[in-house]
């Protein structure tokens, strides 16, 4: 059997730098597209004999198989073309006395027909097949701990740290013939495969490969992007890569929303504009002053031709950047929240209309369209959501500082004597004033930070949480007072009770509300910027308020139920003797059963003992 | 959105244990914030999501829907994430949804619906994580200008 030539050329490309450590580059590849021929050799040995060996083996290949391939089966071609780089790799280092001992490692692929290929490799060059959005490792290095890890003699924990780790066992130079590992793989849509040598995966994540694999970017971008990552990474090997994408059977969905999808949303782009004034775009206070055509050119067109750009491609960068300049020009003037989203709106639905027009006249087009115009308004909605959280990120830096200054008018004066005199109240005992805590006063430095982690907290509280918002002003006075008792705790909670009587709904809700401003104030502390001392004790005060606040409050409540405990107690007595009156009804029930049963029939119908269908 | 039909909420339900496996593999992948997480903070996070999810597709219930993604906003607030890298998290946990779907859910038809009825949910929870954002800033937006005001009142005396 001849290997036939190949069938539709894979999308593919490869990349190869001498890294950051390295002078010379002995990393070889073979990128034939129309042979389907994929290689990539690493050399090794010193006075430049790495190159040579993967430069000779490289040629050997390519020249064996353009020769023999009309006359050899797929395998024993593949096979023989690195037997004769071996063999070939060999002898020159025999014939030179500095060249002794060079060798190349080899990773090969070879294109059988659309759907199958073969991978066959030699040393610790890899092959790895990207499907389903997961990176798998199809070949197994060709190294001494490897070959005693298969053996049983190492366990992969100890091969990780062994100091021979990359020290190969096969490889094309060593000896005149070497031992061959081959793979066929059957490809599937959207497959792709990387080839590579060391100073790849030797300083780049499995992870990071793997996103950049599938980020759907072209073979050369991601073949580039590659060889970047292993240099951020150390870059201390030279470093390759060839990137295939299998070639597909059909059209994908990505190819058709790519070529027809987009070209069916740019002949309704007339038709877009005039759903987009039909939703009242041209009034939306976004383009006030505006003409309407000239409204419609500038937002509707606008995103129109983003959307067809970025279905082109595949892409969303022209949505993202649509939506980023319309958002970010319209806060920049002031504007508001109101009319961003209703211009939003207004664009969301006639893409929509326009979407399901497509889908009656051709239903798998409109629906593979449909899903495509989704991710577009998501991705619009991302760069809208980047831009929001910024800004409240800097409003929350300035309430910062305003509030901070409005917190030095406060006139202390004004403070009036309500909770000493509710202190001086018999009240139960552990929350009498006098009580005393461990905690001490806090400075000056440490009460700063504790006023803008509150500040930060009350920021973050929903607008309707007024008891949470009480119990941040509570913990405040409490964690900065300095008079180290309990009485300001006791204050507060009897503030707070006032606010959330017991009712109908309890008094779970204060006690959530406690539970809600513990979490706030824990983030929040972390978001000031104090140094890290100051930081553990204004938590630490905080967290003393909350216990203190926590403590007063579920004293208050004991207080307020203690009338209802004896009622309560008689009703557990009454409960608890009619517990006893079944428990008597049940034992005699089941001694009459016990009796009757005895002196059953056994001659009759209704059958055995004990059975009650009777 | 209005209720959907049982078929996909069923589908969907099917395929779920498959999304959350998906995400948990490749979670350092698709969002820094859930690489973060460890695998038990990581599963319980992103099964509420998966859970409510579920949810919204069987009641189609708007009002909840928000009244979740406020709660886990606040939540995930109070571990320090950003409204935006949270938005982006729910985002990677839509797209993945749809993701599996498209490969493991039943009939070709059910996989196209339950496809497109995922990339939908997530549109609308984008608009709505937005939205809560939008209310918090022009929360925060008043304080600002309360205290502005009292500053000014304070210089002036």
């Known amino acids: 059997m001849k290997t036939p030539v190949p069938a539709p050329p894979v999308r593919v490309a490869g990349a190869t730098n001498v890294g950051k450590v390295r002078t010379t580059n002995e990393d070889s590849m073979i990128v034939d597209a129309q042979r389907g021929l994929f290689v990539v050799l690493d050399g090794m040995g010193g006075a430049n004999a790495g190159d040579i060996a993967s430069q000779m083996a490289r040629d050997v290949i390519a020249e064996f198989i353009m020769h023999r391939r009309s006359t050899m089966p797929p395998r024993a071609l593949l096979d023989g073309a690195i037997q004769a780089a071996t063999q070939a790799v060999f002898s020159a280092s025999q014939a030179h006395r500095e060249r002794h001992g060079m060798g190349t490692t080899c990773v090969a692929c070879m294109i059988l027909d659309a759907t199958h290929m073969l991978i066959a490799h030699v040393g610790d060059s890899r092959a790895y097949l990207l499907r389903g959005g997961r990176l798998q490792t199809l070949t197994r290095d060709h190294t001494i701990v490897e070959e005693l890890v298969d053996r049983g003699l190492l366990s992969p924990d100890e091969a990780d740290r062994h100091p021979y780790k990359n020290v190969l066992s096969r490889n094309l130079g ?178 929509r209309i326009v979407v399901d027009e497509i889908r009656t006249l051709d239903a798998q087009l ?171 004790k204004a938590l630490r005060a905080i967290s003393n308020a909350h216990q203190r606040l926590v403590s007063a409050t579920t004293g208050l409540v004991l207080e307020a139920a203690a009338p209802y405990t004896d009622r309560l107690r008689e009703a557990q007595q009454v409960t608890s003797d009619m517990r006893d009156k079944v428990a008597a009804a049940e034992k005699r029930r089941a001694e009459l059963e016990r009796r009757f049963a005895t002196n059953v029939d056994a001659s009759q119908p209704w059958g055995s003992r004990g059975n009650t269908e009777w | 959105m209005a209720s959907t039909s049982p078929p996909l909420a069923a589908g969907y339900e099917a395929i779920r244990p498959k999304i959350l496996q998906r995400l948990l593999e490749l979670r350092t992948t698709l969002d820094p914030s859930l690489g973060r997480l460890d695998d038990a903070t990581a599963r319980a996070q992103i099964g509420a999501v998966l859970d409510h999810i579920g949810n919204f597709i069987a009641t189609g219930d708007l009002g909840l829907h928000r009244a979740f993604l406020h709660t886990f906003l606040a939540m995930r607030a109070a571990e320090a994430q950003s409204p935006a890298s949270v938005l982006a998290m729910l985002v990677a946990i839509g797209d993945t949804a749809a993701q599996v779907a498209q490969e493991e859910a039943g009939s070709s038809e059910a996989r196209s619906e339950l496809t497109l009825l995922l990339t939908r949910v997530t549109a609308s929870t984008a608009r709505a994580v937005n939205d809560l954002i939008a209310d918090e800033l022009a929360r925060r937006m008043g304080q600002w200008n309360e205290l502005a005001k009292k500053e000014r009142e304070g210089k002036k005396r």
Not at chain 1, 308 to 335: C, I, M, P
Not at chain 1, 467 to 481: G, M, N, P, Q, Y
Request: charged letters at 25%.
């Open chain 1, 174 to 351: 060593a000896r005149p013939e070497t031992r061959v590992d081959m793979v066929e793989l059957e490809l599937k849509p959207g497959d792709r495969l990387l080839l590579c040598s060391d100073g790849l995966y030797g300083y780049a994540s499995a992870e990071a490969m793997q996103y950049l694999l599938g980020s759907g970017d072209a073979p050369d971008h991601v073949a580039r992007d590659l060889i970047e990552l292993a240099l951020r990474g150390g870059g201390g090997d030279n470093v390759t890569a060839i990137v295939l994408e299998a070639s597909q059977p059909a059209p994908s969905g990505t190819q058709l929303v790519r070529t027809n999808g987009a070209i069916a949303w740019w002949q309704r782009r007339q038709r877009f504009l005039h759903v987009a004034k039909e939703r009242g775009l041209p009034k939306n206070p976004m383009v006030r002053g505006l003409e309407p055509n000239e409204a419609l050119e500038l937002v509707a067109l606008n995103l129109c031709q983003a959307i067809f750009h970025d279905l082109e491609k595949s892409t969303g960068v022209n949505v993202w950047t649509f939506a980023q300049t319309l958002a970010g020009g319209w806060f920049e003037r002031g504007g508001d929240w109101a009319a961003l989203r209703g211009m939003m709106d207004i664009l969301g639905e006639a893409t």
């Open chain 1, 366 to 536: 409109g629906f593979l369209l449909d899903i495509a115009v989704s991710r577009a308004l998501v991705v619009a909605e991302l760069a809208l959501g980047g831009l929001l959280a910024e800004r409240l990120r800097q409003v929350d830096g300035e309430l910062i500082q305003l509030h901070t200054a409005a917190q030095e008018t406060i006139d202390v004066e004004s403070l009036d004597d309500t909770g000493d005199r509710f202190i001086e109240r018999p009240t139960i005992r552990f929350l009498r004033a006098e009580r005393v805590v461990t905690a001490a006063g806090v400075s000056d430095e440490v009460g700063g930070a504790i006023e803008k982690t509150l500040t930060i907290a009350r920021a973050r509280t929903s607008p309707r949480a007024e008891l949470v918002k009480r119990v941040l002003s509570s913990l405040e006075a409490i964690a900065t007072d300095g008079s180290s008792n309990f009485s300001t705790a006791v204050i507060a909670a009897r503030d707070l009770y006032g606010v959330r009587t017991v009712d109908d709904a309890g008094v779970m809700p204060l006690f959530d509300a406690l539970d809600q401003a513990r979490i706030l104030t824990a983030a929040a502390v972390h978001q000031i910027q104090v140094a890290e001392p100051i930081r553990a």
